[in-house]
């Protein structure tokens, strides 16, 4: 009996210092270490903010009128392409006419008591300077003839003033270019008073649109007159068009037509960007989503930044490996099996992604962008076979009971 029991201590002892050597990593680690490399190669350097803006026409007029009336006569419609001068429509002459034939009559009549006046004056004043007449009568004549030049020049003012006002009946187009706006029809009573009320609206040349867009306070920084900008409309998801900054609105209001756009939380400045419209498939309106590019550089040789983060340093590199440094404050290194050599390089713009390289390295140069260190821990032999189970894990429930049947 003593001796079965010596013989099961030591099995006990054998299994928990095997156990003990496989669960502790019978095996030592094996680290493996994997570089990534990239060509020193010629590509675009980018940085871009982005935006949402209007279609809008270049030139776009408001056509209006000055005086209060009955439209009579409309000559356009929408689209209707327009000349510099053309008759678009007339507004209801009568009653602007029969101003124009009182004042014609006040005027005349203001006229021939100037002229009366002028001439008794005249006549006066040559007996005054022989003392022919008393000086109270040469004043009153004087005085005659004054007031009836200011009344004449008063009545003068107002025909020239009917007679514009029957003009602005005739309503012509102040440019060449299409309607793009029709606010009135005929018939309609148009009352002009503070504001002059809008008839049509006219723009200039369709083929030359521009973006308006709204940009954000925290990116108007970097937006400068002349950069490259590329936009889409969703009429036409499938096509990007292009154009260029030319304006940055300045100001400070609430309006927009001031040039800044102010919210509770958010200052937005408007940016005027050109849109050319050869086809026609910008239409006045539409929003755009603008992609304006504050730093744009093509065919420039380049690298990924991350290169030039990358040190031979360890756990990166085996205790065998061998690194030729030399001074500098940027560097690439190139990889040669275990030898790592170093490359002092002069840099130029970098939008974090790519870096602009200005000299120190040949095109096309493998450098290292990157190294990976990873862990393989292999198990130290065979996993236990099929219905065996460490002494030491809890069995299930009556297992205790059948290994005393065993024994």
Not at 304 to 323: G, K
């Amino acid at each position: 009996m003593k001796k079965k029991t010596i013989i099961l201590s030591v099995l006990i002892a054998l299994i928990v210092i095997g156990g003990a050597v496989w669960a502790l990593g019978g095996s030592k680690a094996k680290h493996q270490i994997t570089y990534a490399t990239a060509p020193v190669a010629k590509g675009e350097i980018s940085e871009s903010v982005t935006a949402t803006g209007t279609i809008e026409p270049v030139t776009e007029v408001e056509v209006g009128t000055q005086v209060s009336g009955i439209i009579d006569q409309i000559y356009v419609d929408y689209n209707s392409v327009v000349k510099q001068g053309q008759l678009i429509a007339m507004m209801d002459r009568v009653t602007l006419e029969s101003e124009v034939a009182s004042a014609k009559a006040a005027f005349n009549g203001a006229k021939a008591e100037y002229e009366y006046q002028q001439k008794l004056y005249e006549r006066n004043k040559g007996l005054h300077a022989k003392q022919l007449i008393a000086d109270t009568d040469y004043e009153q004549s004087e005085y005659n003839y004054l007031m009836a030049k200011a009344n004449y020049e008063s009545s003068q003012a107002a025909l020239a003033k009917a007679e514009r006002n029957l003009s602005y009946t005739i309503i012509t187009a102040p440019i060449d270019g299409i309607v793009i706006s029709k606010d009135v029809e005929e018939g309609q009573t148009v009352a002009s008073g503070f504001e002059t009320p809008t008839l049509f609206t006219i723009a200039a040349d369709l083929t030359q649109m521009q973006v308006v867009a709204d940009v954000d306070e925290a990116d108007i920084g970097g937006v400068a007159e002349g950069q490259r900008v590329t936009f889409t409309v969703d009429a036409y998801p499938n096509d990007t068009f292009e154009g260029t900054v030319t304006q940055i609105r300045l100001g400070e209001s609430s309006d927009t037509s001031a040039g800044t756009s102010t919210s509770s939380t958010v200052v937005t400045y408007e940016v005027v960007i050109t849109a050319p419209n050869p086809d026609l498939k910008l239409k006045p309106r539409l929003t755009a989503n603008v992609t304006i590019y504050t730093l744009d550089r093509h065919d420039v040789l380049c690298v990924p930044a991350r290169a030039l983060r990358f040190t031979p340093e360890a756990p990166l590199i085996t205790p065998d490996a061998v690194v030729n440094d030399c001074p500098g404050e940027h560097k690439l290194w190139t990889r040669e099996g275990n030898t790592f050599t170093a490359h002092a390089v002069q840099v130029g713009i970098s939008n974090g992604i790519n870096t602009e390289i200005l000299g120190g390295i040949s095109e096309g140069t493998q450098v290292v962008t990157e190294a990976t260190l990873s862990n393989n821990m292999p198990m130290a032999g065979p996993a236990p076979a099929a219905g065996e189970r460490s002494p030491f894990m809890p069995g299930p429930p009556g297992s205790d009971k059948k290994d005393k049947q065993r024994k």
